[in-house]
């Protein structure tokens, strides 16, 4: 489980591949797995004994899920038989911290520049962020468009990771010419709250009170960029050593809709100014390929300083030609009025998507 930027096997090089869920029954008999782990991700290696390359028929790769910790959430003995076909990760008997990051101008910016703007501003944020999740030990990534779900183990780490992720916007936004201002990262907030883990599904989505609070949070309260912490995570960090020169102060939901759904978090507080070990992290170069998966560093490179306009519309162009296809896409929103728990939501959606 986990991801993998390039993996060389029989002398090809696959790109962006994501291991999901390894199903080896179809595999020539001769072959073998052995997982290894790198520190970042649990890699599943295939080897054969014969000069034919196994071949994987079952094998089903889940883009959103970019790293998983192999060590966390494995029970499913909880779940009902008719749930546990449906789940990852149980991660229900753990205390875990959840974060959220929504980004804004979507709309705005594609119909004045195209998607293949957009994507790059994605592309760049995720570039300019992955090391820190990576680095304060997250349990779970996964990406949705231009938003961010991650797990940790602790409050102090995911709010620590969430200032970072703000400063580091911050510093690559002013490093921005004036007639580059549409590069401009436009994060929107990022939502973190702690308490009972969530389920994670085989779609690569999290079920559960937690995750919920990070959502609505980092989309529907924050704006501007914002840090936004529940009371709860607030009163775990607020003294620590780790968090000085941080400050805080209160704010309040935008409309009665949202204040309902966000009372169970009490009061919701603003990290106002980020603790100062943020404040020095490098600054990722538009080539830095540490983490991001290499179908997408072309759209990060569109942020390459010595690169002209003409150079910038080639490069355009030739993502376009790639990449855009006409396809037709249908979204499905679900009302969990009157499910409150992360395994009745689960089961409610699958038994109406079969």
Do not use: W
């Not at 119909?111 to 304060?136: C, D, E, K, M, N």
């Not at 960090?237 to 204040?259: K, M, Q, W, Y």
């Not at 569109?302 to 002209?308: A, E, L, P």
């Amino acid at each position: 489980l986990g991801s993998i930027e390039r993996l060389r096997f029989d002398g090809a090089l696959i790109e962006e591949l994501t291991l999901y869920d390894c199903d080896i029954a179809g595999m020539d008999p001769e072959a073998k797995c052995c997982a290894a782990q790198d520190g970042r991700s649990a890699v599943v290696v295939l080897r054969s004994c014969s000069r034919e390359p196994p071949t994987l028929q079952t094998f089903s790769p889940t883009p959103i899920i970019r790293y998983l910790d192999s060590m966390s959430g494995n029970g499913l003995q909880a779940l009902s038989e008719t749930s546990r076909q449906h789940v990852l990760k149980d991660y229900r008997q753990e205390q875990v911290a959840m974060l959220s990051s929504d980004m804004s101008g979507f709309t705005r910016l594609t119909r004045a520049f195209g998607i293949v703007h957009f994507a790059s501003i994605i592309a760049r944020f995720r570039q300019l962020t992955y090391p820190t999740l990576h680095r304060y030990d997250a349990l779970a990534i996964t990406v949705e468009g231009d938003s961010f779900n991650v797990m940790f183990r602790t409050a102090q780490e995911a709010v620590l990771a969430a200032c970072e992720m703000q400063h580091l916007v911050k510093r690559s936004n002013a490093t921005l010419l004036p007639e580059h201002a549409h590069f401009t990262l436009t994060l929107d907030g990022i939502g973190v709250d702690f308490g009972k883990g969530p389920l994670l599904d085989r779609a690569g989505k999290f079920h559960g009170t937690t995750f919920l609070n990070a959502h609505l949070l980092g989309e529907e309260i924050c704006s501007g960029g914002q840090v936004a912490i529940s009371e709860r995570v607030y009163e775990m960090v607020r003294d620590l050593p780790e968090i000085a020169g941080a400050t805080f102060g209160l704010i309040s939901p935008g409309n009665d809709e949202v204040h309902v759904a966000a009372s169970e978090m009490k009061a919701l507080y603003e990290v106002v100014t980020p603790p100062l070990r943020v404040q020095n992290v490098p600054l990722p170069g538009p080539d830095a390929h540490d983490f991001l998966q290499a179908a997408l560093l072309p759209l990060a490179g569109r942020y390459c300083y010595h690169i002209s306009d003409d150079e910038r519309k080639h490069l355009e162009a030739k993502i376009e030609n790639m990449y855009l296809k006409p396809t037709v896409a249908l979204m499905i929103d679900f009302c969990f009025e009157n499910a409150h728990t992360a395994e009745m939501q689960l089961s409610l959606k699958y038994e109406c998507l079969s």
